[in-house]
């Protein structure tokens, strides 16, 4: 049965969640549609592009993600502190680059006078949406309403594009966020659409691999939070050197074309000690990731504080 999502997404037990949404029936809208012989390979940009432009505006910052044929996957990072951090103006900006905003957001944008019953009525609407701007529900409604606007217009049709709900996974662990990561990054690869992660079309894993080559000074994406670098506008960073999740995710691409575990390389080995998880499961739990878990992936003691928390 759906579960209310405020009891699905916690921010004080974690900031990072898996989140998942499909297209009405699984149909491929954002493929090669065999059905009608018609290519949406196109609406996988417009999805990047939101992705990218919503990330810039709200207080959730994108770890990875992948963009199929008939869904896509992100894995998130809320950061409620550097959105309390937020002036009142910076708030107002952010939200109007959304919405078209009451008139008071609009007047105080352009700095006229308010009164102080203005002010205070305006100040109600910012804590609104400074809370809205770190809110999973928001940042997927704002995604997914536009993308279906568009592909509805397109087609020239009305109804659903997506299924009624996104799906979350609250990650509770270093493990479980580097190991959804991957499980995300891979999923081409898992799909037999491309050998390499540098083929991996609509991924943040191919996404950081040009970076890397192609910007040596930096060795970073711009805009998806980073590895090992701390910098001003970011906060927090991902608990991995990049170099090192590059060796894992290619080891893991490897095992899994094969269709065999594989030995695992001793660089991996110390990778895998260094997150704190055996061997033997790492494989196949990402491989049956979207099958093994459910709503939470971590540590049973964790899961038991959260599941105690969110009652």
């Not at 493929?31 to 996988?44: I, P, T, V």
């Not at 770890?63 to 107002?92: G, P, Q």
């Not at 191919?206 to 000074?217: G, H, T, V, W």
Request: aromatic residues 12%.
């Amino acid at each position: 049965m759906p579960q209310a999502r405020y009891r699905l997404v916690d921010i004080q037990t974690t900031p990072y969640y898996h989140c998942v949404s499909r297209c009405v029936r699984r149909a491929f809208l954002c493929g090669y549609d065999h059905f009608s012989s018609k290519n949406f390979d196109h609406r996988k940009q417009w999805i990047l592009d939101r992705i990218k432009k919503l990330s810039a505006v709200f207080a959730i910052d994108v770890c990875a993600y992948a963009i199929m044929s008939n869904h896509f996957h992100l894995v998130l990072h809320v950061d409620t502190d550097a959105a309390r951090k937020w002036s009142t103006h910076e708030v107002i900006e952010r939200w109007l680059t959304l919405y078209t905003g009451p008139v008071l957001a609009q007047r105080y944008k352009f700095g006229e006078a308010l009164t102080s019953f203005e002010l205070r009525a305006l100040e109600n609407c910012v804590n609104t949406w400074r809370t809205r701007l770190t809110e999973l529900s928001w940042f997927m409604r704002c995604l997914n309403e536009t993308i279906a606007r568009m592909a509805n217009k397109e087609d020239d049709c009305k109804g659903r594009f997506w299924e009624g709900r996104f799906r979350s996974q609250a990650l509770l662990d270093e493990a479980a966020l580097i190991s959804c990561m991957a499980y995300v990054d891979l999923n081409p690869i898992r799909s037999k659409m491309c050998n390499t992660l540098e083929q991996s079309e609509f991924t943040s894993i191919q996404e950081r691999l040009r970076a890397f080559a192609q910007n040596r000074s930096k060795r970073r994406s711009g805009w998806l939070l980073p590895f090992d670098i701390k910098t001003a506008s970011k906060t927090a960073v991902l608990p991995i050197r990049q170099t090192d999740y590059f060796a894992l995710v290619n080891w893991m691409g490897r095992a899994v074309r094969n269709d065999k575990r594989g030995a695992i390389p001793p660089s991996v080995k110390s990778i895998l000690y260094e997150l704190g998880v055996e061997e033997d499961g790492w494989l196949k739990s990402t491989q049956h990731f979207g099958r093994r878990f459910g709503r939470v992936l971590g540590p049973i003691d964790q899961i038991r504080k959260l599941a105690s928390r969110i009652n």
